[in-house]
């Protein structure tokens, strides 16, 4: 069997907690054909070597894509993100070209923000108008998600941000939540304020947008969380680097939660602020801080592992990542399904 690409390097990561050595994998179409030890390669009709360790490409699981420019990301190995919320005529042309061009990252998106009349972020200075559709009751909240299944969101985007204004009743959260499960979607919140997190977990939301960080969760909350609700990180938006009391009440929540044995993964919310472009090393320095191993931030920030039937999205860094994680920063982008990722002209 002959494959379009064999990519070789003299070791990978293949989800476990060591790496494998001189590692080739069999590129046919988008897809990884072969996996395997480099002495055991297929042939092929094109070989490449990498200087490095080869990863899974890595995801950012929140960005405002139209924020940024996500070629960045895939510059520095971050092959998919997820976006979560953006007003739907600038985020879907973006999401479709993104499908054919070799030089943006997959890009999964949530489409606008759900949200109650008036309330966060429909009144943000940062937000473009149709950023948000408001829902006042249940009749509303199920028009809105129906309006929203012919562009298949990652997810539906829902607010429940009590400090910023008016937020949902728990009938219409319901309702958000039923229409969005009828249709196989899972359901993100934006928890801010006291017990909107609480609110969020009892009415069937099982992703997090942010750790969150008004309050901390009472041990029953984490508990109940832990069992089968993801939490995307987020913990430098509060500082950007300076240990804020923000900060230290999310690192607290996200740490007893991974401790009870929850889901973490890795998201920016880059797009909302002076955040680092690429993979923000102080956001993978708060994931150690909450106490996820290497190994166990490496599968915060990747998809898949590396095997026959994945999507061929790889990334590359110079050093070991299960002894150091902070080599995540120095991450490049090799394919992006398959396709060599083109090399930046502008330098960054
Ligand atoms: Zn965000």
């Not at 299944?149 to 039923?178: C, W, Y």
């Not at 939660?257 to 919310?269: L, Q």
């Amino acid at each position: 069997m002959i494959f379009d690409l064999l990519l070789t390097a003299d070791a990978a990561w293949l989800g476990e907690r060591t790496l494998a050595g001189p590692t080739a994998v069999g590129v046919r179409g988008s897809e990884i054909g072969w996996i395997g030890p480099s002495r055991d390669a297929p042939s092929a009709v094109t070989r490449t070597h990498v200087d490095g360790v080869l990863l899974p490409g890595l995801t950012d699981h929140h960005v405002h894509a139209a924020m940024i420019r996500p070629e960045q990301l895939l510059a520095a190995g971050v092959t998919t993100v997820l976006d979560l919320g953006w007003a739907p005529d600038e985020i879907w042309p973006l999401v479709d070209r993104a499908r054919s061009d070799p030089a943006l990252p997959h890009i999964r998106a949530a489409g606008p923000f759900l949200t109650a009349p008036g309330g966060y972020p429909s009144r943000q200075s940062w937000a473009p108008p149709r950023v948000a559709i408001e829902v006042e009751d249940p009749v509303s909240a199920i028009r809105a998600v129906e309006s929203l299944v012919a562009r298949r969101p990652a997810t539906i985007k829902v607010t429940l941000n009590s400090e910023a204004g008016p937020v949902v009743d728990d009938a219409t959260l319901n309702a958000v939540v039923g229409a969005a499960r009828a249709h196989g979607i899972p359901v993100t919140a934006h928890t801010q304020g006291h017990g909107q997190t609480r609110r969020a977990y009892l009415a069937g939301v099982r992703v997090l947008a942010h750790t969150p960080w008004t309050e901390e969760l009472d041990d029953s909350l984490v508990a109940d969380l832990a069992r089968d609700t993801t939490i995307v990180s987020t913990i430098d938006i509060h500082g950007w680097g300076e240990h804020t009391r923000d900060r230290r009440t999310a690192l607290h929540n996200l740490r007893r939660f991974h401790s009870a044995g929850g889901t973490v993964r890795y998201g920016t919310d880059l797009g909302n602020g002076p955040l680092p472009i690429g993979v923000n090393i102080r956001e993978i320095a708060a994931l150690t801080d909450a106490g996820l191993s290497p190994v166990e931030i490496l599968r915060a920030i990747t998809g898949a592992p590396l095997r026959p039937g994945a999507t061929a999205d790889v990334s590359v860094v110079p050093a070991d990542p299960t002894a150091d994680p902070a080599v995540l920063g120095q991450a490049k982008a090799v394919l992006k399904a398959g396709r060599p990722v083109p090399a930046r002209a502008d330098g960054d």
